[in-house]
């Protein structure tokens, strides 16, 4: 059967309190949205709509390339739905999946569970049940146990519906295409709120005798939305210390657990050694032997075995080879790639730059838009002056070449193997391999005023 999932993103999520959408709210440094899109993946791969609203633009573009349907009023879940049918028919959808897009604990195992359950039939959703189910929609269940509605928490009637099992409607739901089309221009607005409920699809299913599920997940909060900044705490702290056990499991060397933050997108191996408080986050990858010292950020980066980051170190898309050094107090930006064995010290920047093996700059530098060979020795102070105002440009250092303290390199310049700058130079023109070259005013002593 040809299924597509979509995912409600449309909404303000006013109790966040944010101008930002609350699908793009983070999570161990990833939008929700990107969770709901990576639980989907392994079932529906790119067989996914996105229905945006609010502040769709940034959505759009914080997603590029994925399929998108625009719901310019927000008038409810059902009528995102409706939106959504005219793509869903002319990708020749039989079964549409439907989840919310601020669910950031979602598992594929979940989906898929649900997916095996809601086979054969109509229309099937998720259910819950808590303890305190507050602004959940009840599940309606009768004598037999079959599901006869779904009736949102503020218009439940106790006379009418009976007392509250706690059995709840978690958002997920699983529809057939043609009984939506034929539903849908059914759904009403009069309720409290005005708005068009997918939920009331249940009812009207019911009522024509359709083969309608309340599929039970137990109590799995991986179901559980987010509408608050107390309830997206509670979610990146579960799904923190849920990374951290299987990081524990698998073999790694936790310090201070519990102020380790692991993205479920990154990847670390069993023997790397992280001391908290630290971030891995992105697609970062950590291997075996590599060592994160605490009050470090590392962001898409990979860190080789045997490398070490020393405390208050910044990565961000940098590689950092087998047994290099990096801090502490380093800055690794978009594009640094340091070779096997190099050193990066403290208050040293790289960006764009590549750092050849064994090479080393220790103290106080700026590196950026620079291929520097291996052997290398930077000075205290040294710059690379890769801008000019308008466009950027190349500094190349040759193997074994040797660059004194306070040495500013005005790019594009090149320097040869084993050349060597006097400190303090102010290098603008070639410096052939194997030269010296000194660029500093000649010094003068002078009497001294009394």
């Known amino acids: 059967m040809n299924m597509t999932a979509v995912i409600l993103a449309a909404g303000k999520g006013t109790r966040m309190h944010s101008d930002k959408p609350k699908v793009l ?122 599901v006869s509605a779904i009736v949102e928490a503020r218009d ?23 009984l939506a089309e034929t539903l849908l221009p059914r759904l009403s607005n009069a309720n409290r709120s005005g708005e068009y409920y997918i939920t009331d699809l ?52 936790l310090h201070a657990p519990a102020l380790v933050r692991v993205s479920p997108l990154a990847t670390v191996e069993a023997g790397a050694e992280l001391f908290g408080p630290c971030e891995i986050l992105g697609a970062s990858h950590v291997e075996r032997g590599a060592r994160i010292e605490s009050c470090c950020v590392l962001r898409d980066s990979h860190v080789c075995a045997g490398a070490e980051i020393r405390s208050f170190s910044h990565l961000e898309q940098a590689q950092v080879g087998q047994g290099a050094l990096v801090g502490p107090y380093a800055r690794l930006r978009p594009g640094a790639v340091l070779e096997r064995e190099s050193h990066v010290g403290n208050f040293v920047e790289l960006k764009k730059a590549r750092l050849g093996v064994g090479s080393k700059a220790n103290h106080l530098t700026y590196l950026g838009d620079a291929d520097i060979g291996s052997g290398v020795n930077i000075g205290a102070g040294t710059i690379t002056c890769n801008y000019d105002g308008r466009n950027k440009h190349r500094t190349v250092i040759g193997d074994r070449a040797f660059i004194g303290s306070n040495t500013a390199l005005v790019a ?15 290098i603008t023109h070639e410096v052939p391999a194997g030269q010296l070259a000194v660029a500093r005013g000649r010094q003068k002593n002078l009497p001294r005023r009394k």
């Open 25 to 146: 709210q983070t999570v161990l440094g990833e939008p929700m949205l990107r969770y709901v899109r990576e639980a989907l993946r392994p079932v529906f791969g790119d067989r996914v709509l996105v229905v945006v609203g609010h502040r769709a633009d940034m959505i759009e573009s914080a997603f590029a390339g994925e399929r998108f349907v625009r719901q310019t009023e927000q008038l409810g879940t059902g009528h995102a739905l409706m939106q959504a049918l005219p793509e869903l028919r002319a990708s020749d959808c039989q079964m549409a999946l439907i989840v919310n897009g601020d669910t950031p604990l979602l598992r594929a195992e979940t989906v898929a569970h649900f997916m095996k359950e809601a086979e054969g039939a109509d229309l099937a959703f998720a259910t819950i049940s808590l303890d305190e189910p507050g602004a959940y929609g009840r599940v309606v269940r009768d004598d037999e146990g079959h």
């Open 412 to 426: 594009p310049v090149t320097l040869g193997e084993d050349a060597l700058v006097g400190a303090g130079s102010v």
């Open 202 to 253: 249940v009812g009207l299913a019911v009522a024509e005798g359709r083969d309608v599920r309340g599929v039970q997940c137990g109590c799995d909060e991986s179901l559980m939305g987010v509408n608050s900044p107390r309830e997206l705490a509670q979610a990146e702290e579960c799904l923190r210390a849920s990374v951290v056990d299987g990081l524990l499991d698998k073999g790694v060397l």
């Open 156 to 178: 439940y009637d106790m006379a009418r519906y009976g007392a509250p099992t706690g059995e709840v409607n978690a958002g997920m739901y699983a529809v057939r295409l043609s």
